[in-house]
């Protein structure tokens, strides 16, 4: 006998009681309530798991590898994940960062070209009980066709819906008296509400699933996806899911994240600065370490990075999975006449074609501008929706070249530009926004997440700047760096839409 979960439901945010009526009803909270009380506790074993082995890397100065414990998985040439409906075999572009609580970027993402849009409830969104309800309430919307003059689903770009990462609580529902995972609260309301609507469509239900660390964890995500499709009457196999590899634990294990994913896959994401973080969040307290100035040296072209995209390219075209890049976040002038127009796109095009040329099968741009130039880009240098035909020979990437530390130092600009994002970050969470414009490019909690790690590293180690080898970082210069460049954070502090661009430069 099944028994009945007590749920406590905070009350509706202000302005919002008709969208929170219309998703959170008696069948859904109902859903939502099962699906918490079945997993709950499996939630919790892996984010213990995951302090259990930082706890034993720390204890043994170990170092990752290739575990020998799933070595058959790697060694067996013969599986493959299932192919990919028709509708996600062309990934070239996809919209990045776009929080669906922000109805007018959302409804412009709808209405691109773009081949997907990053339905962002993780890194560009900040989780504020409204937001979550206006974002969910939107996809609603779009999937059954609510919004004048936008596409119907099947014919939009498709929705890869992003819910946030285990670490995340939702404090406004508790199942038998704990708050529930955010992940689930948002995949479950997602799920009830549009979930056979969007198969119906041949348009999904889609995923992105942020900050995985272990094929333990694609392993719960799969039985999680089974049993909701069993609920919902949907056929085993429909819903398909990229995973963003956002660790360095994860690298080691993208073969065995695949084979749990197998039925569900739509494949692995490369991007940079969650992954160079997760550098600095488990080992960072080791000298050897030591991250140089991301602002200036690390990029998709330095060492442990393209080791690392070179080894998920390989992978995913070896098992029949696409494999995606990460996302463009620089923004291009108004003026599409001017130099600085040009030159923006031309720094785009440079970093993506590298990308392209590495074998990827699409990526991510937040400037819905970049869009149309970047499809022509893949037109350009590829042939066919994507390059799974492309497997790189000769990639033999290891461990020790997983790990390497790309060559370089920390530099005064760069310990700046971390405090202020960092900084501007923190403003514009407290007003519920998940990104921002700093300098002629989006931060989110992504860039957020680095530039902070990076000066508590600098510190730690008493990094020198190589501006000026008499200096070091410490607590108290950081301090007097965020007096100095108070005013300037000021100025940006009364711009929270695209000025801030131009204005923070």
Known sequence: MT???AVDLALPPSGLEHEYNTLLTQDAVRFLAELVSTFDLDVDKI???RIARKVQLDLTNDLPDFSPHTLHIRKDKTWKVLPVPRRLQNRQ???GDTAPYQTERFLSALGSTAQGIQVDFDDG???????????????????HHKFPGIPPISQAPVLMLRPRAWNMVEHNMMVNGKQVPGPLFDYGLLMFHVGKTLYDNESGPFFYLSKVESYQEARLWNNIFVWTQEKLNMPIGTIKATVLIESILASFEMEEILYELKDHSAGLN?????????FVSKFGHRAEFLLPDRSKYVNMEKLFLKSYMDLLVQTCHRRGALATGGMAALLLPKDQKSDGYQSVLAAVKRLKLFEIKAGVDGFMVYDIGLVEPMQKLFKEHTRGPNQLHVIPEGVNVTATQLLAMPAGG?????LKYNIAVGVLFIYSWLKGEGHFYYRGQVEDSATAEISRSQVWQWIRHRAKLEDDERMVVSRSLVHSLVKEMKNELQDCYCLSERTAAAHCN
């Open 3 to 5: 028994m009945v979960a």
């Open 47 to 49: 984010l213990q798991q």
């Open 93 to 95: 572009v996809d919209i």
């Open 125 to 143: 969104n900040c989780p504020t009980f409204f937001n979550q309800i206006k974002g969910i309430y939107n996809i609603f919307q779009a999937v």
């Open 270 to 278: 490369c991007g940079i600065w969650d992954y160079s973080a997760s």
């Open 410 to 414: 920390v530099t005064l600009h760069g």
